[in-house]
């Protein structure tokens, strides 16, 4: 009873931690750029006393869902969306540069390029600023352009490149800030490959269909551990009853 206790105990506890995976992914699917979490079970065995013939299932994160989001036109000048694979390159708030497809781009006060939650956008020598200026215009390979404050659209000028990377999927992984880095450490490599789409962003590739679907099923693996636990108890209670008995 005490095996059977464990794995309905651990069952329960699985459906949780993949329960939050799941509403993680459900409350970002009008998150721009967003790329939902992937999760799955799988069979462990119960180690102990006894022979390894009990098996539980744990909750797990075997990477991340790749596929591109819905393009979403805007008719933003800064808003842009990346045409095909790539990532836009940012200053994360440690420090380090990071990738994102979020193109919701914003000019601070202060001239800073930023996504739209305020991440730095990488140019060619770091972050990206741009001056006051009537006009600014992002090309399809990040080429940033201005017209100065009174001038005349004659006088278009380029100041900066954004930061375009393209590296092999599986030397990318996921952090916890929902950023996306290599797995090596360093920095990507420039791509010149990589093409943007201007007035628009892409969207969240989350499927709120499937991810509805999933927490209904979580949510019934849930209760069917909680009843095999109480299953468990009231048959530990019949046996020591039984006991007395005798």
């Not at 075997?62 to 694979?85: E, M």
């Not at 000028?157 to 393209?166: A, C, G, H, M, Y």
């Not at 969207?203 to 099923?217: F, L």
């Amino acid at each position: 009873m005490d095996s059977s206790l464990y794995v309905a105990m651990s069952g329960a506890k699985q459906a949780m931690l993949a329960q939050a995976v799941n509403s993680h992914n459900l409350s970002n699917a009008n998150t721009t750029g967003f790329k939902a979490d992937l999760s799955q079970f799988r069979s462990m065995p119960v180690y102990g006393a006894g022979l390894p013939s009990n098996v539980y299932a744990m909750a797990e994160r075997p990477g991340i869902d790749f596929d591109h989001g819905t393009i979403q036109s805007t008719g933003r000048d800064l808003d842009v969306s990346i045409n095909g694979d790539g990532w836009l390159a940012v200053q994360a708030e440690d420090g380090t540069e990071a990738y994102t497809r979020a193109g919701d781009l914003r000019i601070t006060p202060n001239g800073v390029l930023t996504t739209g939650t305020g991440l730095a956008v990488m140019g060619g020598g770091g972050p990206v600023a741009i001056p006051e200026a009537d006009k600014v215009e992002i090309g399809s390979d990040g080429t940033i352009s201005i017209i100065p404050l009174g001038d005349s659209a004659a006088t278009l000028s380029t100041i900066d490149r954004i930061k375009l990377v393209n590296p092999e999927l599986s030397d990318v992984e996921k952090g916890k800030d929902g950023l996306f880095r290599l797995k090596s450490g360093l920095d990507a490599q420039p791509s010149a490959e990589v093409r943007l789409v201007s007035g628009s962003v892409e969207g969240s590739n989350v499927s709120v269909v499937n991810a509805m679907v999933s927490m209904i099923e979580l949510a019934r693996n849930f209760e069917l551990q909680v009843k095999m636990m109480k299953t468990v108890s009231e048959n530990e209670a019949a046996s020591a009853q039984l006991m007395r008995v005798s």
